[in-house]
């Protein structure tokens, strides 16, 4: 007889949040296979039980059990972060069949009679997560903790990058009699402990100062003091030309007000944009701006580059505003540490331009391109109008072309 394996989710953890189907697949198995947090609640089925998550250990058990009638559970809903994923290609010549369980996501927001369709979710489950990114960029962000991600550093970030009032609710033991639910800001919550089986969501607190999916930031938005600024049309030109993906790893070198990075956190959503400046007067701006515009993905990294580089991941994409007259040690870098890197730069002179090109070209760059940016503004004086010529800025940029 072939074996018949069922998949099930087992929601939360207290069975009474099983479906009938799952209730019936648990009732005809010989033996049920799952973490022990689960099993525990099943100590009165007659069948046999083993405590496993790994699915290499899983289908182990499977292939060297007698039983031919399987039932493996995980927590909460098969389809939704779940280990389940990495079984289904190990059962391949078995019969399986997955039963859907409530997932923490559903049974928290309904806790809380929130709809979930336009909740975010993000997992801490055996991966590194990006928490304030996630949280900058959506309304409302669903995390299911893990690892180094836990509701106390949720809490801890989101107040260390000026998402303080963020609302943050937390589920601890979610479905089992001693489950507990705690509401507050991330400022409030912040030195709180948890229980480590929780989720939390997080609430935005009000709009981002540019709630849109789209560059050219207005410049009267950014605090700038006296510090350079990339003037609007440039930057969003720029940002273009370096073709960011939700999860891109970005450095803006000489980031001055940090207008670029901000602009930047935009597209790399779910990614990290690291500010490199060496100026006192500009990290200040660059800690405000980030500040004013919610970008939790952006990290201030005080230092002149290459120097300040070194230590930071490899970028998918870099913007140079300012080289220090290091320009090709700093592409150098960058170039090495992914040689299919996507760099961008700026340049107002000649010589400037000039010596942008080569370097790409000399580091083996393709699809260079240079394009000249010359912007004109409409400008009003007294009772007329004008236009106003702003000075013409270079934007070049090239393609790693390495492996």
Not at 60 to 66: A, D, P, Q, V, Y
Not at 206 to 213: A, H, I, L, N, V
Not at 239 to 251: I, M, P, S
């Amino acid at each position: 007889m072939a074996k018949k394996i069922w998949i099930v989710g087992a929601g939360p953890g207290c069975r009474g949040n099983l479906t009938e189907a799952a209730l019936s697949a648990l009732h005809a198995a010989q033996l049920l296979i799952g973490s022990r947090r689960l099993l525990s609640e099943f100590w009165d089925f007659p069948c046999r039980k083993e405590a496993s998550v790994a699915p290499q250990e899983i289908a182990r058990l499977i292939r060297e059990s007698g039983a031919d009638r399987i039932c493996v559970l995980f927590s909460g809903d098969v389809g939704f972060y779940s280990g389940a994923a990495k079984l289904y290609p190990l059962l391949s010549r078995y019969q399986v069949e997955t039963v859907c369980g409530i997932g923490s996501l559903q049974y928290f927001c309904a806790k809380l009679h929130i709809p979930w369709e336009d909740v975010h979710p993000a997992s801490a489950h055996g991966r590194s997560l990006n928490v304030a990114a996630h949280a900058a960029a959506y309304e409302k962000t669903f995390f299911l903790t893990g690892g180094q991600t836990s509701p106390e550093t949720i809490c801890e970030i989101l107040n260390g990058c000026g998402m303080g009032e963020a609302r943050v609710t937390v589920g601890s033991r979610l479905s089992y009699p001693d489950e507990r639910i705690v509401a507050g800001s991330a400022a409030e919550l912040s030195g709180k402990t948890f229980d480590p089986l929780s989720a939390v969501l997080v609430e935005r607190a009000g709009k981002s100062r540019w709630d849109y999916r789209t560059g050219g930031i207005s410049d009267g938005l950014f605090l700038r003091g006296e510090v350079p600024m990339t003037k609007a049309e440039v930057r969003a030109a720029a940002v273009a030309a370096l073709r960011l993906r939700g999860d891109d790893v970005v450095y803006d070198v000489g980031a001055g007000t940090g207008s670029v990075s901000v602009e930047m956190s935009i597209f790399a959503g779910r990614g990290c944009v690291y500010a490199v400046e060496k100026d006192e007067k500009a990290l200040k701006l660059i800690a405000k701006n980030k500040r004013v515009f919610g970008a939790g993905n952006l990290e201030i990294v005080p230092g002149t580059a290459p120097a300040a580089l070194t230590d930071l991941p490899a970028p998918d994409a870099a913007f140079i505003g300012g080289s220090g007259g290091r320009l090709q040690e700093i592409v150098t870098l960058i170039a090495r540490k992914n040689p299919r890197a996507r760099v961008c730069m700026t340049a107002v002179t000649m010589e400037t331009l000039e010596k942008g090109v080569w370097i790409l070209e000399a580091l083996g760059f393709r699809d260079v391109q240079a394009s000249q940016i010359a912007v004109t503004r409409l400008k009003k004086a007294g009772s007329v109008h004008m236009m106003d010529a702003q000075n013409p800025v270079f934007v070049i940029s090239g393609q790693g072309a390495g492996e």
